[in-house]
Nanobody
Framework: QVQLVESGGGLVQAGGSLRLSCLAS????????MGWFRQAPGKEREFVGG????????YYPDSVKGRFTISRDNAKNTVNLQMNSLKPEDTAVYYC??????????????????WGQGTQVTVSS
């Protein structure tokens, strides 16, 4: 398994931007599909995007499409989540996750076997 550590969360006003990063340990990072999820209090963990192992494919749900962008640097074992035009409803703990196998349009948390500890994102209105 791969160990993951997120960073970059914080407090931002509505309409602002944040960039989250996830650093992975291990020598096989480039073989993993990576995903970002978020979980607000009292809600289920929600998929907010994923990127294939090569970085050539990305998928986003409609709730964040056009506002969030995922990128990865396999040489640096990092995956990033750029979040623009943030809304108060984006407030949640954000997690990066890793899975073996392909990236699909719809992913659930149970598809991913490795998780970071999460980083809080708070968007004020």
């Amino acid at each position: 398994q791969v160990q993951l550590v997120e960073s970059g969360g914080g407090l931002v006003q509505a309409g602002g931007s944040l960039r989250l990063s996830c650093l992975a340990s291990g020598h096989t990072f480039s073989s993993y599909t990576m995903g970002w999820f978020r979980q607000a209090p009292g809600k289920e963990r929600e998929f907010v995007g994923g990127i294939s192992a090569s970085g050539r494919s990305t998928y986003y749900p409609d709730s964040v499409k056009g506002r969030f962008t995922i990128s990865r640097d396999n040489a640096k074992n990092t995956v990033n989540l750029q979040m623009n035009s943030l809304k108060p409803e984006d407030t949640a703990v954000y997690y990066c996750a890793a899975k073996s196998g392909l990236l699909f349009i719809r992913q659930s948390a149970s598809d991913f076997g490795s998780w970071g500890q999460g980083t809080q994102v708070t968007v004020s209105s």
